[in-house]
């Protein structure tokens, strides 16, 4: 399934006066955000890529056109020479396509509905949320389904409390927002061709199309509890940032190793191997 990715927003709340970097391009770690949700989704399988530019789109052409693989990857000098003991890059195929400095989001998708049009479902998501989510399980859930659409459904993040007040003023309960029986949009977003019927010109994504798919019984919704964090503002990257370097990082799926081998160190011995044969 093709993965389109809209990273063309102004990203009013990421911004600090002094950086004109578009918010899928704050950094977590040595990447930016960007990088992490599109290697989320080729952990899965999933390396065919549509960016949907606008917004600051040099910086994202300017980062892949000059990618090191050596930010992410280890890797052997020899002799002058970078032999790398990884790749992250390698085989996936990423399409730049400029879609607007102000359109929504709706209508980014709509500029590239060639690129999609022949698949039987695509991905469709932010560039600046992470999580853990089983994407296998969401692309089975939908794929069962007559839905046009799909999206995460995830508790509301806010921390306010809930209070249910009676007519003369008394508390009966208190409670967080995320244990009450609500959902928000989260993302992760999945389509059948078929919603390129539903959009119109320079329209919302979800207010305008998903929220009618969804009247007539076309959406449905994958509902997720664990590990889900949105980027949108200055705090929320940092709080990201902080589980990287502290190691807590769910979304992370990629590191995941096989504890009954060592991987690393048989490609370090196979990378001297065929370093002195050459010599």
Known sequence: MKVVLFCGGYGMRMRDGASDLPKPMHPVGPRPLIWHVMRYYAHFGHKDFVLCLGYGAHHIKDYFLNYDETQSNDFVLHQGEVELMGSDIKDWNITFVHTGLGSPI?????????????????????????????????????????????????????AFH??????????????????????????????????????????????????????????????YRGFWQPADTVKERNALEAAFQSGARPWMLWESRDTDRDPLQAAIAELHRSSHQRD
């Open 106 to 158: 709706g209508e980014r998708l709509r500029r590239v509905k060639a690129l999609v049009a022949d698949e039987e479902m695509f991905h469709a998501n932010y560039a600046d949320v992470l999580t853990d989510a089983p994407l296998d399980r969401m692309v089975e859930q939908f794929a069962a389904t007559d839905a046009v659409g799909q999206l995460m459904a995830v508790p509301p993040q806010s």
């Open 162 to 223: 809930c209070v249910d007040v009676t007519e003369d003023g008394r508390l009966d309960s208190i409670t967080t927002l995320q244990e009450m029986p609500l959902w928000e949009n989260g993302g992760y977003l999945m389509f059948r061709p078929e919603v390129f019927d539903y959009i119109e010109k320079d329209c919302d994504l979800v207010g305008d199309v998903c929220a009618p798919l969804a009247s007539k019984g076309r959406m449905s919704a994958y509902r």
